[in-house]
């Protein structure tokens, strides 16, 4: 790790949270997270948009921690408690993992939640393509990033598939701490969009682009529709959008939520408020768009991150 690295996690800013932390003596910052990236599993993973595995599986690499640690969080086993299950690499070790992943026939290396090791993760993905990966990488990331911590990926980075998670300040406070997420994002995917371009495809496999997700969450429909507007508005067909339900209740990370917000999030989406939502997004005419069909809000889709 070289000095500017070091600098970058001993006065911690690389999320908007900006803790001002020094990573590199133990202390935590919200994302709970030292100054060595965590790797909690690598493997082919099926689950993600067609463009991106087609025939193949991504090669996905999930990252422990994150700064955004949503209460409804699907994946919190990792992302909210680190687990000590995981390894800690260095930039030549992740590059290895890509390397073998490339190895096993993936289609893509899909970097899941890594920005709160962006400086070690960003010199990986520079050192797999000295050593001659052919591979694009994917940036799988919560949205709400910071505009200069994206830039050390300037270059590097094919795919960025950012969520964007909540329209309202009112709910992305309540479900994540972070009342300006919605500003947050929108600025982080302007960068995203300024390195990668509009969506290009080869042989039905994206190669480089934005595909956005949104998550449908039980009544919030009203964030939902805002969101499509927004990103039928700025991008259009530019980018690709993907409508996901496949919220399934978890135990809610925060006993304080409104009780009717609660009582919401304890129950899967409504189909018919989903279709709705598509018929919306279909009306302002957007085709580059996947949804799921019926049937995917289970825990099916959650890895298994204890293995
Ligand atoms: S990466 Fe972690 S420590 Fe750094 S600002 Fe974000 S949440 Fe805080």
Do not use: W
């Amino acid at each position: 790790m070289n000095d500017l690295y070091d600098k970058l996690y001993s006065d911690c800013t690389l999320c908007p949270r900006q803790c001002r932390v020094d990573r590199t003596t133990g202390q935590l910052g919200v994302c709970g997270c030292g100054a060595s990236a965590i790797v909690n599993l690598t493997m082919l993973h099926r689950g993600e948009e067609p463009i991106l595995g087609g025939d193949k599986a991504c090669g996905a690499v999930f990252f422990e921690g994150c700064q955004l640690r949503c209460v409804f969080c699907q994946n919190h086993d990792i992302s909210r408690r680190p687990t000590s299950k995981g390894m800690s690499l260095n930039s030549d070790e992740l590059a290895s993992k890509y390397i073998e992943l490339e190895a096993q026939g993936a289609s893509c290396i899909d970097l899941v939640t890594p920005m709160h090791f962006a400086p070690t993760v960003a010199q990986s993905i520079r050192i797999a393509k000295n050593k001659g990966i052919k591979l694009p990488f994917v940036l799988n990331v919560g949205g709400y990033e910071s505009v200069s911590t994206l830039q050390l990926f300037d270059g590097l980075i094919d795919i960025y598939l950012p969520d964007l998670k909540f329209y309202s300040s009112e709910v992305s406070s309540l479900l994540s701490s972070a009342p300006d997420y919605f500003e947050v994002a929108t600025k982080a995917f302007a960068e995203m969009y300024r390195q990668v371009g509009p969506a290009s495809l080869k042989d039905g496999l994206l190669t480089k682009g934005m595909i956005v997700r949104h998550l449908m969450l039980p009544g919030l429909a009203f964030d939902s529709k805002h969101i499509c507007q927004y990103l039928t508005d700025t991008y259009g067909n530019n980018i690709y959008i993907s409508l996901m339900n496949q919220y399934t209740p978890m135990p809610l990370l925060n006993n304080s939520l409104p009780a009717k917000l609660k009582e919401s999030l304890s129950h899967k989406l409504n189909p018919r408020a989903y279709d709705i939502l598509i018929d919306f997004l279909c009306d302002m005419g957007q085709t580059n768009a996947f949804v799921q069909e019926e049937g995917s809000d289970t825990s099916d889709l959650i890895p298994n991150f204890n293995k």
